[in-house]
């Protein structure tokens, strides 16, 4: 079964420090991995998408990882702002079938002053 | 450039009412979607197009219908609301089915 399983499902922590949130997948075939950003009463923003031969990509302060032999993919977040509370998602592209895209259920990411 | 912009923003149902919910995105993409968000849930894709006058079923296509009439236009119809489609809906669009999906801010729907 396609699924996108993410970790933790919130999160709360002090400005300025930093934290990693974990994705892991099973969908199949693989086309490429996507991380959101979505501020509540918001859409989604994308923050990286990298296909399977990219380790990581950076967007600012934000840092992806993929290991597509283990099907596990981070997001690490450096010197954090209270502006990034939000909900992370990440997202796996099968580009095939009628679900091209599965989404993870998001980590909630609380920064407090 | 507007980017994805949704109509209307809220909106209130009795069960059995119909509506028409608008995606307008004026980036000149191909692909449009339309997804559903609910407490605890991920985003679940309703109906998606690959290109005017076309249309498809995602994975939860029932108790809704769609139409591209236009490149620019996704239209999402509710024929009889129920109150299982309490939800936010989003609609996003993209070049291709994998380049980056760019979303409207969302409707939320409450059936009564």
């Known amino acids: 079964k396609n699924q996108v399983e993410q970790s933790p499902q919130s999160l709360i922590i002090l400005e300025g420090k930093n934290c990693t949130l974990q994705?892991?997948?099973?969908?199949?075939?693989?086309?490429?991995l996507r991380w959101y950003k979505q501020d509540t009463g918001r859409g989604p923003v994308s923050l990286t998408i990298?296909?399977?031969?990219?380790n990581t990509k950076s967007n600012g302060r934000y840092t992806a990882t993929l290991d597509a032999d283990t099907k596990q993919s981070s997001l690490h977040i450096t010197a954090s702002q209270l502006s990034d509370s939000a909900s992370y998602i990440c997202v796996v592209s099968r580009n095939s079938g009628n679900t091209p895209l599965v989404f993870g259920k998001g980590t909630r990411l609380s920064v407090i002053a | 450039n507007a980017g994805v912009t949704q109509t209307p923003k809220f909106r209130v149902l009795k069960t059995g009412q119909s509506m028409t919910l608008l995606c307008a995105q004026d980036?000149?993409?191909?692909?449009m979607y339309w997804y559903r968000q609910d407490p605890g849930m991920g985003l679940r894709l309703i109906h998606y197009?690959?290109?005017?006058?076309?249309?498809a079923k995602g994975e939860v296509p029932d108790g809704y219908n769609v139409s591209r009439l236009k490149k620019q236009n996704f239209l999402l119809g509710l024929e009889s609301a129920a109150p299982s489609q309490t939800s936010v809906y989003f609609c996003a669009s993209s070049w291709t089915g994998d380049h980056e999906q760019y979303f409207g801010p969302g409707t939320r729907l409450t059936v009564t």
């Open positions: 990298m296909t399977f031969s990219e």
């Open positions: 980036m000149n993409h191909e692909y």
């Open positions: 197009s690959v290109g005017e006058g076309t249309t």
């Open positions: 994705c892991n997948y099973t969908v199949s075939p693989f086309s490429n």
